[in-house]
């Protein structure tokens, strides 16, 4: 599916970790009419520190309904 934006949410600390899917959601209910057409979640991690990533592909409100 053809996508207009792209939303990346990243974290390295335990706690934002934990708190990530929470920020999506928050996201995605800030941005009403957004159609999410597709995800992608990333971990990478060195000695140090672990990194987990959620990136969303989407479109925004009027190309959305221009695309059905």
């Known amino acids: ?6 939303k990346v949410f990243s974290a390295t600390k335990a706690r934002e970790r934990e708190e990530l ?3 999506v959601t ?10 999410v057409t597709d995800k992608i979640v990333t971990q990478s991690s ?8 959620i990136t969303l592909f989407y479109r925004h409100p009027e190309q959305a309904a221009a695309a059905r």
């Open 21 to 23: 899917g929470e920020n």
């Open 1 to 6: 599916m053809a996508f207009t934006g792209v």
């Open 26 to 35: 928050r996201w995605i209910k800030a941005n009403p009419g957004v159609h």
């Open 46 to 53: 060195d000695r140090e520190f672990h990194c987990l990533t």
